[in-house]
C-alpha cells in the first residue's frame, strides 16, 4: 500500500535549520506532485510548498518564501523541505502530501513530524 513517512523533525533555536525528508513507497513517485503543510496547536492546517511531479517547479507561501526550499529526488522516492532561518511561529507538525501529476488532489498523506523552534 502507499506510504508518506515523514522524519527530521525536533526541536531547534529561533534561526537555525532543520531538514525534512518525505519517503515514499506503494507509488510511482516521479508521478505525484508532493506537498508540504503545516498545523500549529489551535489552528487549521496550511500550506507551506510544493514542487511538482515534472520540470520540478516550486511554490511558496508568503510566510515561508526565502526561507524553505522544497526538492525532490525521484530515485530515491523522496522529497525534503529545507527550512533555514527559523521563527518560532514556524512550530507546528509538519505532513507531506502527494497528489497524483496536477490533480491537486492530495491523495495521500504522511503521519506528521513535530518542529518546535524556541525563541
Known amino acids: 500500500q502507499v506510504q508518506l513517512v515523514e522524519s527530521g523533525g525536533g526541536l531547534v533555536q529561533a534561526g537555525g535549520s532543520l531538514r525534512l525528508s518525505c519517503a515514499a513507497s506503494?507509488?510511482?513517485?516521479?508521478?505525484?506532485?508532493v506537498g508540504w503543510f503545516r498545523q500549529a496547536p489551535g489552528k487549521e492546517r496550511e500550506f507551506v510548498a510544493t514542487i511538482r511531479w515534472s520540470g520540478g517547479r516550486t511554490s511558496y507561501a508568503n510566510s515561508v518564501k526565502g526561507r524553505f526550499t522544497i526538492s525532490r529526488d525521484n530515485a530515491k522516492n523522496t522529497a525534503y523541505l529545507q527550512m533555514n532561518s527559523l521563527k518560532p511561529e514556524d512550530t507546528a507538525v509538519y505532513y507531506c502530501?502527494?497528489?497524483?501529476?496536477?490533480?491537486?488532489?492530495?491523495?495521500?498523506w504522511g503521519q506528521g513530524t513535530q518542529v518546535t523552534v524556541s525563541s
Open positions: 502530501a502527494a497528489s497524483r501529476l496536477d490533480s491537486g488532489s492530495n491523495d495521500y
Open positions: 506503494g507509488l510511482s513517485f516521479s508521478l505525484y506532485t
